[in-house]
C-alpha cells in the first residue's frame, strides 16, 4: 500500500495532508526516513511509523477498550457533557469511512454519570454483533444503590420486573449481594436506562454505576479513568458469542 494511504487510512488527513507530510519528510517507517508519499509498504498489522514524532502502529480496522470516566456523554454531538471521543487521539477520531463502514464509533451507550468498560469500533459487523439485543452478550455492572439490598430484591430482580414501556418482564441474567448497599447485575438485554428502570422497580434506587465486564472480557485493571487501548487479539476472541 502507498505511504499516503496509509496515513490517509489511519486518520492522519486527507490524502493531499497525508503527502504532504511526507514530502516534508515528518514520516518515518520503522524507524526509517521516507519522502516518497507513492512508497509501497507492506500494510500489515503492527506495522510501526511515526508522524510528526507521534508513534503509530497500522491496523486495518479499529477495536478499542476505554474506562470510560464520569462526566461524559457517548455521543458525536454531545449537549451539556463534552463527548468520550475527545479523550481519543486525532487520528482514531479521524479514521475514514470505508465501503460503507462507519468511523469510529463506541458500541452501545453509558450514561454521563456511568463508568467503566466501553467498546470503540469502526467494523460495522462487530459493532452490529456486540451491539444486537439478539445476541445476548452478557454485560456485568457494579451497582451502588442508596438503600440496603436485600434477598427480595435479588430475587425480583432475578424472576423479571415489567418496565413502563414493556409489558413483558425484563430478567437479569444473574444478580449478587457485593456489600450492604451493592450488587453485580447481569444482563443481556440493552433497554434504554434498562439497570437504573430495574433497580427502580423493586423499590430502590442506583446511586453509581460501574461496567465490569462485557462477554468474557473484563475492563483491564491497569486501564485508568480516561484511558484507552488497542484490543489484542486474545481479547476479541473473547468477546466471541
Given at each position: 500500500?502507498?505511504?499516503?494511504?496509509?496515513?490517509?487510512?489511519?486518520?492522519?488527513?486527507?490524502?493531499?495532508?497525508?503527502?504532504?507530510?511526507?514530502?516534508?519528510?515528518?514520516?518515518?517507517?520503522?524507524?526509517?526516513?521516507?519522502?516518497?508519499?507513492?512508497?509501497?509498504?507492506?500494510?500489515?498489522?503492527?506495522?510501526?511509523?511515526?508522524?510528526?514524532?507521534?508513534?503509530?502502529?497500522?491496523?486495518?480496522?479499529?477495536?478499542?477498550?476505554?474506562?470510560?470516566?464520569?462526566?461524559?456523554?457517548?455521543?458525536?454531538?454531545?449537549?451539556?457533557?463534552?463527548?468520550?471521543?475527545?479523550?481519543?487521539?486525532?487520528?482514531?477520531?479521524?479514521?475514514?469511512?470505508?465501503?460503507?463502514?462507519?468511523?469510529?464509533?463506541?458500541?452501545?451507550?453509558?450514561?454521563?454519570?456511568?463508568?467503566?468498560?466501553?467498546?470503540?469500533?469502526?467494523?460495522?459487523?462487530?459493532?452490529?454483533?456486540?451491539?444486537?439485543?439478539?445476541?445476548?452478550?452478557?454485560?456485568?455492572?457494579?451497582?451502588?444503590?442508596?438503600?440496603?439490598?436485600d434477598e427480595k430484591m435479588l430475587r425480583r430482580l432475578?424472576?423479571?420486573?415489567?418496565?413502563?414501556?414493556?409489558?413483558?418482564?425484563?430478567?437479569?441474567?444473574?444478580?449478587?449481594?457485593?456489600?450492604?448497599?451493592?450488587?453485580?447485575?447481569?444482563?443481556?438485554?440493552?433497554?434504554?436506562?434498562?439497570?437504573?428502570?430495574?433497580?427502580?422497580?423493586?423499590?430502590?434506587?442506583?446511586?453509581?454505576?460501574?461496567?465490569?465486564?462485557?462477554?468474557?472480557?473484563?475492563?483491564?485493571?491497569?486501564?485508568?479513568?480516561?484511558?484507552?487501548?488497542?484490543?489484542?487479539?486474545?481479547?476479541?476472541?473473547?468477546?466471541?458469542?
Amino acid at each position: 500500500m502507498q505511504l499516503q494511504q496509509i496515513l490517509f487510512s489511519q486518520g492522519f488527513g486527507t490524502r493531499r495532508v497525508c503527502a504532504g507530510l511526507v514530502e516534508q519528510g515528518f514520516v518515518t517507517v520503522q524507524g526509517q526516513a521516507c519522502t516518497d508519499p507513492y512508497a509501497d509498504f507492506d500494510a500489515r498489522e503492527g506495522l510501526r511509523f511515526t508522524v510528526q514524532g507521534r508513534d503509530w502502529a497500522y491496523h486495518e480496522k479499529a477495536y478499542l477498550v476505554l474506562h470510560k470516566p464520569p462526566g461524559y456523554e457517548c455521543s458525536q454531538k454531545p449537549g451539556a457533557w463534552p463527548s468520550v471521543y475527545t479523550l481519543l487521539p486525532g487520528p482514531l477520531r479521524q479514521r475514514p469511512q470505508r465501503q460503507g463502514q462507519p468511523g469510529v464509533q463506541a458500541i452501545g451507550r453509558l450514561d454521563q454519570d456511568t463508568t467503566g468498560l466501553l467498546l470503540l469500533s469502526d467494523d460495522g459487523v462487530f459493532i452490529h454483533r456486540m451491539g444486537s439485543p439478539k445476541r445476548h452478550v452478557p454485560k456485568v455492572y457494579e451497582v451502588t444503590a442508596r438503600h440496603p439490598v436485600d434477598e427480595k430484591m435479588l430475587r425480583r430482580l432475578l424472576e423479571g420486573v415489567v418496565l413502563e414501556d414493556d409489558p413483558k418482564p425484563v430478567r437479569a441474567a444473574a444478580c449478587e449481594k457485593t456489600s450492604e448497599n451493592g450488587l453485580r447485575l447481569t444482563l443481556t438485554e440493552g433497554k434504554y436506562h434498562q439497570v437504573k428502570r430495574m433497580v427502580a422497580a423493586v423499590g430502590n434506587r442506583v446511586e453509581q454505576l460501574h461496567r465490569s465486564r462485557i462477554g468474557g472480557l473484563e475492563l483491564p485493571p491497569g486501564l485508568r479513568p480516561g484511558e484507552w487501548r488497542w484490543l489484542e487479539s486474545e481479547e476479541l476472541a473473547l468477546l466471541a458469542p
